[in-house]
């Protein structure tokens, strides 16, 4: 009897805690999908680029899953905006959103602190800002991004998987000088190279992510290097640097691609001539809809870290020919991130687990 | 060349020429007029003095951009380097101006003689301006990226909150706006020596012939210029509280745009600051109602120039009739 009661009170006790931890926070970060009412709210989304095929599926990716959470009823309206890569145009397109009363804010910054004052602005202006795929600065905006070093870590991992600790000679395909999506991947390969003490840099060009950049930039260098063995690349520019290698009549060394089209074909095509295998990884430009989701669930009360990270998506040997398929030519490897997988993602990052990947297609 | 800057006349006794003058200026007036109308009409709440603080915010550098451009354009120049000299002084002031005001100003001052010294380069060698200042664009932009490889860097809180700043009566950008465009028009279009100016890049002989040192002008426009990109490189990094290179490229050829919009042209001489001010409003705007608009994103970068175009075609069908 006098068990039963300690337990009864036990329990009582453990729930009236549990309800209280509850009250305090609200919704707990770990909860999954916040259930907030966001039907009245307005969601922005700020482009910085909207000139090639990744942001034209970035954006598409934005609109449709946009569409669809108004027609679900989960938010009001959505808009895009786009600043045809001129960072003060975004600026005062960002004040434009908060005349026109969003609720929130995504924003693929063109710069990582030039938006700032537009970001505070915001900001103070109660809107939630999400950035995402930029390192913004300004301490008030949520950031969504991948982690640039463990996507050098991963190019060069799998450069040694293929090369071992031979000396080999490694170029670098950057993106813009002075770009800080830039400077922080460049960053992460410094760090990975440390830990592959045979492999040496012989040179570094900036390609753009474009491979028309990427091709002439490296035509340009490669009489002046030595034998290449592995290509490190920023997205974009895989397909650009192997013709400049063509055209040189250099055996073709591994290239990390980008998720591209246009590269995951090359890939195909010399892997069925002789066997050339490589490795591809990249942003999704469904990226948009992870940023959608949190600005969304932010909304709706769920708590959630200042910076979340997002999986890369990574295209190895045996997947190739499944994630081929699932391009259209000219575009990117993209892959859908409905509510669910958003708020587990948020949960990883809050909990610190393994992020949930993207799977193969089947 | 000479043709043109003959034709254009400035005795103020003419009445036709005064008109032309008036719709050069008031064309791309009417188009803000008429842009600002449309975005009320969505959005009333934008009627007001935050409303307008939002809209033109961004605009203040630009104006200043815009203004050190016309200076070179009124020698007959084209000056492709503005916007990475802006993008370098973000950089400069978001670096030193909080912790080394002193460095910060002998930046300033050195660059600022740097540019007044390719202006002479320009001069003396009889050097095409648009080649130059190419290869200097090229320099700013590789000083800016060795300084700050990445953005970063803050701006003084005085700085930051001086653009903040709500003054009574209208908003700090229109403000700037008015004054920049009082003072050019004082200086350029009413002073006896902005003649003098003018006709540098109208017709540098007669000037010459007129007892006038046209190296010494160039060399006093070329730092102006300078000058107005330094504070327009100020007051962007007020706005953005930080410093980038690749901030500003766009407004090198913005600042072309809003020259030739507010009735400037390409043959030197003819320029008006108040004309080059309301067109840097007006091309600023046009981003912002395109937004308002809700117009599709990849509608967005060709729909800008659209309205550019239809600006300029309008200034131009008027200024054939005013003839």
């Known amino acids: 009897m006098s068990r039963t009661r300690t337990a009864g009170r036990a329990f009582l006790i453990a729930a009236l805690l549990s309800c209280t931890t509850l009250a305090t926070t609200g919704a707990r970060a770990d909860d999954g999908v916040a259930k907030g009412d966001t039907s009245a709210k307005k969601i922005a989304f700020s482009n910085s680029y909207a000139g090639n095929s990744f942001r034209q599926v970035m954006i598409k990716s934005f609109e449709e899953m946009g569409a669809k959470a108004v027609a679900d009823k989960q938010v009001a309206a959505t808009a895009v905006v786009s600043s045809n890569n001129s960072v003060t145009e975004q600026a005062s397109q960002i004040e434009n959103l908060i005349l026109q009363g969003y609720d929130a804010i995504i924003v693929l910054a063109g710069s990582d602190t030039a938006l700032n004052g537009a970001i505070k602005d915001a900001c103070n202006a109660g809107i939630t800002v999400v950035a995402f795929a930029s390192g913004v600065t300004e301490p008030c905006a949520y950031v969504v991004d991948y982690n640039l070093d463990s996507y050098a870590k991963a190019e060069l991992d799998f450069i040694s998987s293929k090369l071992g600790d031979k000396p080999a000679n490694i170029l670098e395909i950057r993106g813009m000088a002075g770009d800080g999506f830039d400077k922080r991947l460049h960053e992460g390969v410094e760090k990975a190279m440390k830990a592959h003490a045979s492999y040496k840099a012989v040179g570094e060009v900036y390609g753009q992510w474009t491979a028309t950049v990427a091709q002439k930039e490296v035509s340009g260098i490669l009489p002046s290097l030595p034998q290449v063995d592995a290509v490190l690349t920023q997205g974009g520019d895989g397909y650009g640097a192997a013709q400049a290698f063509k055209a040189a009549n250099r055996q073709l060394p591994i290239i990390i691609m980008g998720n591209r089209q246009d590269e995951l074909a090359l890939w195909k095509q010399e892997h069925d001539a002789s066997g050339y295998q490589t490795f591809s990884l990249g942003a999704t430009p469904s990226v948009s809809q992870v940023a959608f989701w949190v600005a969304q669930q932010i909304l709706a009360g769920k708590q959630v870290p200042k910076f979340v990270e997002v999986p890369l998506l990574q295209i190895n040997q045996p997947d190739l020919d499944a994630w081929l398929k699932t391009v259209p030519e000219g575009g990117v490897v993209n892959a859908e991130y409905p509510q669910e997988l958003v708020a587990k993602i948020i949960d990883a990052n809050v909990k610190k687990e393994p992020l949930p990947g993207v799977p193969a297609p089947k | ?323």
């Open chain 2, 1 to 323: 060349m000479s043709d043109a800057a003959v034709r254009a006349p400035r005795s103020p006794s003419n009445a036709r020429p005064a008109l032309l003058n008036a719709l050069q200026v008031g064309l791309p007036a009417i188009a803000l007029l008429v842009m600002l109308a449309i975005i009320f009409s969505i959005r009333p709440a934008a009627m007001s003095y935050f409303g307008f603080h939002l809209l033109f915010k961004l605009s203040v550098p630009l104006v200043f951009a815009a203004l050190a451009q016309m200076m070179v354009i009124m020698l007959g120049d084209i000056d492709l380097s503005n916007g990475a000299f802006v993008g370098l002084i973000t950089c400069v002031t978001a670096l030193y101006l909080r912790d080394a005001p002193a460095l910060a100003a002998l930046c300033y001052l050195v660059l600022i003689a740097a540019y007044a010294g390719f202006g002479l380069l320009i001069h003396s060698r009889q050097l095409p301006s648009i080649i130059v200042t190419l290869g200097m664009s090229f320099i700013w932009l590789g000083i800016a990226v060795i300084l700050l490889p990445a953005p970063g860097g803050s701006a003084p809180a005085w700085l930051a909150s001086f653009m903040s700043w709500q003054p009574p009566l209208m908003p700090l950008s229109i403000w700037l706006a008015a004054l920049a465009a009082l003072a050019g028009h004082l200086v350029i279009s009413r002073s006896s020596y902005g003649v003098v100016l003018r006709g540098a890049g109208g017709n540098p002989r007669a000037v010459e012939r007129a007892g006038w040192s046209v190296i010494g002008i160039r060399v006093a426009v070329y730092a102006a210029a300078g000058l107005l990109a330094c504070l327009a490189g100020l007051t962007l990094t007020g706005l953005t509280t930080s410093g980038d290179a690749n901030v500003a490229p766009a407004y090198t050829l913005l600042g072309v745009g809003a020259v030739i919009l507010g009735g400037g042209a390409f043959t030197g001489g003819v320029v008006s600051p108040v004309g080059t001010v309301i067109g840097a409003l007006t091309l600023s705007l046009a981003g912002s109602l395109l937004s308002f608009l809700q117009v599709p994103p990849t509608w967005q970068i060709g729909a800008q120039g659209v309205i550019l175009f239809l600006v300029l075609a309008g200034r131009v069908l008027l200024s054939e009739r005013a003839r």
